[in-house]
């Protein structure tokens, strides 16, 4: 008994000794699309506001107190968000990345009223946050840089980091204690309109300056911003050469890259960055607050919270909270306060069975879902739960539609994503024809073949 005491003390104080990594924790939190005129008393076909006389016909059902899967987010699903986060204050956390489209776009009245609104969502997360620094990001549905919007941040944001803020909507933030560099872009300069403006310009020779030093400094640096590179046609939003120049320039520092946040799309995915065929870096992507995706998709509500080493940034692992609304609202109409129970919805590692999170991992994943059917415990399976925060029925997903997400995942320039859809759909169309039972196993040719077609294509 006596050696066994004596082994395991030793045991203990050697992994003390050897475990000495800072652990931490930080949010990430997305796309609140906040919009002030949703009422329970709205009109579905009215974005959940109230309806004008005339309209008001009897034809809407009762909304629910913390939202509508149709609509944007109400004031009170926000604040339980944040109620909900300030309960965990005792995790170790460090700062909150808030990752844009704050307002709703259709809450398009004067531009003093959605300014009111950010302020308002700022001082939310304030008084959530009085310890803490939160770094906000623009998203498309947020005002363009300005020095009003920046005497919002002010009092989260050091000068240097205002005033390229103020001109460009970008900035970096180092960490005090620690090799840990945090970059936020202004994504909104990606997108086909902006992409060759003189503030996009600027933009890029910032990033690589910034880049640059990091290297020289031996930091580890997380890339924020609000929408994620990527062709996935169904939401892209970046200009082809802006897309090009930023993938060129995560490979390039992809060894200080510790990682790479966005939110935008309202979904729970990642994105896999190859050099020659080598996973070199990864991108997570926060599903959203709000329950509704445009044009039209719906998932609850999503709050990230990430685990890391505080000493080199090392991500290792994040704990998805979520808010089933559905159940939210039955138990908030029958009850005049509370009825919203965030709960945990997954942690990354465990629900993947991942060793680590790198971009060696996340290729596994990715290369698992490939061929992934939505039979329940498969790899597919879950990465369809978590898309949609465990709303959508994943029954709705078949072969080709599993395809499309692992190129999605893996094919973040416009050609090579093309081809791999395209790719798919002649091999399932073949396997159609086929007698059933030569039918997989052609397509698992097909898939073959394809995937290295598009490794050759997409890293040449
Ligand atoms: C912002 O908050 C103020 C004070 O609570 C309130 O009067 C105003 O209606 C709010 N505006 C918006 C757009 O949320
Ligand atoms: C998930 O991660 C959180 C935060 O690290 C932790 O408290 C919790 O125990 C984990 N849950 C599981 C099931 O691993």
Same mark, same amino acid.
């Given at each position: ?39 329970? #008393? ?30 944007? !987010? ?94 460009? *909507? ?7 204690? !620690?090799?840990?560099?945090?970059? /936020? ?12 403006? /003189? ?30 590179? *990527? !062709? ?27 990682? #790479? ?36 998709? @719906? ?58 999170? @790198? ?42 539609? /599993? ?23 002649? /091999?399932?169309?073949? @396997? ?29």
């Amino acid at each position: 008994m006596k050696t066994v005491n004596l082994i395991l003390t030793l045991i203990s104080v050697f992994s003390f000794t050897c475990t000495h990594a800072k652990i931490g924790y930080f949010w990430h939190i997305t796309d609140f699309h906040y919009d002030p005129l949703y009422t329970s #008393q709205g009109d579905t076909r009215r974005h959940c506001r109230k309806a004008d006389e005339r309209g008001s016909s009897g034809h809407h059902r009762a909304l629910g107190r913390f939202g509508d899967y149709s609509c944007d !987010s109400s004031l009170e699903l926000i604040e339980s968000a944040l109620r909900y986060m300030r309960t965990r204050h005792s995790e170790n956390v460090e700062f909150v990345l808030w990752t844009g489209d704050i307002i709703a776009a259709r809450y398009n009245v004067n531009e003093d009223e959605r300014y009111q609104a950010i302020r308002n969502m700022t001082e939310l997360l304030r008084m959530t946050f009085s310890s803490h620094f939160v770094f906000p990001v623009l998203g498309h549905t947020d005002p363009a840089p300005s020095e009003r919007l920046t005497n919002l941040w002010s009092h989260w944001l050091p000068m240097e980091a205002l005033q390229t803020l103020k001109n460009g *909507g970008y900035y970096t933030i180092e960490q005090s204690h !620690s090799k840990l560099r945090i970059v /936020a872009l202004n994504t909104n300069l990606f997108s086909v309109r902006e992409a060759s403006s /003189a503030h996009a310009r600027r933009q890029w020779e910032w990033l690589d300056a910034v880049l640059e030093k990091a290297t020289a400094n031996s930091e580890m640096v997380y890339i924020v911003g609000h929408a994620a590179p *990527g !062709s996935d046609s169904r939401y892209n939003v970046h200009s082809v050469e802006a897309n090009v120049k930023y993938l060129r320039t995560v490979r390039r520092y992809a060894r200080i890259i510790a990682g #790479q946040f966005f939110g935008h799309l309202h979904v729970d995915t990642f994105r896999v960055i190859y050099d020659k065929e080598q996973p070199v870096s990864w991108a997570l992507l926060a599903p959203s607050v709000s329950p509704h995706r445009d044009p039209a998709g @719906s998932s609850n509500p999503g709050l990230r919270l990430y685990k890391f080493d505080t000493d080199t940034g090392k991500v290792l692992d994040y704990t998805q909270f979520y808010l089933d609304l559905a159940a939210a609202n039955r138990a908030g109409a029958t009850t005049a306060t509370g009825g919203a129970e965030w709960v945990a919805e997954y942690n990354l590692t465990q629900y993947y069975g991942l060793r680590d999170v @790198s971009a060696e991992s996340l290729h596994n994943l990715a290369d698992k879902l490939r061929i992934g059917m939505p039979h329940e415990m498969t790899s597919f399976y879950k990465y369809l739960r978590a898309y949609s925060v465990k709303h959508d029925n994943t029954d709705s997903c078949d072969g080709a539609c /599993a395809h499309q997400h692992f190129c999605a995942i893996t094919c973040l320039e416009h050609i090579a994503y093309r081809q791999c859809v395209e790719a798919a759909a002649s /091999a399932l169309a073949a @396997s159609g024809r086929s007698a059933p039972l030569i039918a997989p196993l052609i397509n698992m040719i097909l898939i073959l073949i394809t995937f290295i077609m598009v490794s050759y294509v997409d890293y040449n």
